[in-house]
């Protein structure tokens, strides 16, 4: 497997020509990379709850899938440890639309010779990102009084991993 660029080439919302038609040539983008995201409701989705936990991100920025992957399975992982199984309800309220692609440029002795340039380099798709504006809720916790510090707890461990500051809001 290709090893993952660095996200600092993303992390900005410059919008990329990202048309995606069913047919071939009106679409900028030839293909769709899968999304590593594979649960976005856990936990017990027909109970009522009384409190509701939103981790929130203070940057605008983009995120990728394998971030929010990360986050999912570390903080669905702390929440059955410590509430059980069926008392919360865990949901991703952001969904990995936006294509990200590159344009490999060869390097080293002839390299000059080989590269077809940058006129009309729409790239080759590497992975897909969640476009995010500052204040959007990222994950949300639903559970009762006594597991709130617990839901917290996760919420927070969810925010290192990803590429921003987040914060816990209480409802």
């Known amino acids: 497997m290709a090893k993952l ?3 600092a080439a993303y992390r900005g919302l ?3 020509y990202t048309r995606k038609s069913k047919y071939r040539a009106k679409s900028f983008v030839r293909s769709n990379p899968h999304n590593r995201i594979s649960r976005y409701n856990m936990g017990n989705l027909n109970a009522e709850f009384t409190h509701v936990l939103d981790l929130v991100v203070d940057a605008t920025l983009q995120i990728r899938d394998n971030a929010l992957e990360s ?3 570390v903080t669905l992982r702390r929440l059955e440890k410590n509430i059980g199984k069926i008392a919360f309800y ?3 309220r952001v969904h990995p639309h936006h294509i990200l692609r590159e344009n490999p440029l060869a390097s080293g002795a002839g390299a000059d010779r080989m590269s077809t340039g940058m006129k009309c380099s729409f790239g080759k798709a590497i992975g897909v990102a ?3 504006k500052k204040g959007q809720t990222l994950f949300r916790v639903t559970c ?3 597991h709130v510090a617990f839901a917290k707890e996760a919420l927070a461990l969810a925010g290192t991993k990803l590429p921003c500051h987040c914060r816990v809001i209480i409802r």
């Open 5 to 7: 660029r660095k996200f």
């Open 14 to 16: 410059n919008r990329p």
């Open 71 to 73: 986050a999912r399975l």
């Open 90 to 92: 865990f949901k991703i």
């Open 130 to 132: 969640a476009q995010l």
């Open 144 to 146: 009762n009084e006594e």
